[in-house]
Structure formats: C-alpha cells, structure tokens
C-alpha cells in the first residue's frame, strides 16, 4: 500500500493550492491530512470518511480548507484557500481503517509535500 502526496508549492498570503493524496492498492476507510511545521508536533489538518459523506476539520482550517475524495481515482484532495503564513508546513496524507482523527489512529502515510506561505 503506498501513498503519494503531491501539489505543494509557494504561494503567497491568501492564495490557494490544493494538494492531492493517490493511494495505490485498496480504498481506505479514513484519509487524512496532517501537517508539521518547522519547530513543531505534527497535527491533524482534515480528515474524511470513504464515501466522502463525513469530513472533520481542524479549527484552525474551517471554512478556508476543503478535503473531498474521488474513489474512482483513488484520490483525495485538499483545497486550501486563503492561505495564511501559519499553514506553512509539510503537509502529509495517511489511511486508517477505520473513523478516526487520531494520528496514531492512521496505518499509512506518504511521504510530505511542503506548503510554503509567504507574507
């Protein structure tokens, strides 16, 4: 089972990227987006279930942030706009089997794409 995270960059304050997680092998339960910013714990950004019918949001990221997922490409996106300095970090997706939110909860994970936000 891999994960391959794509579509970070730099962009600047209130721009947008959307970032985009392939898994390779099956369809999960839970996909995931984390990220770590230099200096910190990583910690959950968004999440959603495998049908797409419950997503979950970090506070930090509500309503700028959009996650929603293509099954057919088995893919699951993250739209971020209006991108703030802070969301400056290495952004990773991970799979869980089951509806969770919980980092150690996620049996699987890409490797980071960095998202970069200047001011």
């Known amino acids: 089972v891999q994960l391959q995270a794509s579509g970070g960059g730099l962009v600047q304050a209130g721009g947008s990227l959307r970032l985009s997680c392939t898994a390779s092998g099956r369809t999960f339960s839970m996909v995931g987006w984390f990220r770590q910013a230099p200096g910190k714990e990583r910690e959950f950004v968004a999440a959603?279930?495998?049908?797409?019918?419950?997503?979950y949001y970090a506070d930090s990221v509500k309503g700028r942030f959009t996650i929603s997922r293509d099954n057919a490409k088995n893919t699951v996106y993250l739209q971020m706009n209006s991108l703030k300095p802070e969301d400056t970090a290495v952004y990773y997706c991970?799979?869980?089997?089951?509806?969770?939110?919980?980092?150690?909860?996620?049996?699987?994970w890409g490797q980071g794409t960095q998202v970069t936000v200047s001011s």
């Open positions: 991970a799979a869980a089997r089951r509806t969770t939110t919980r980092e150690r909860d996620y049996d699987y």
């Open positions: 959603i279930s495998r049908i797409g019918d419950v997503t």
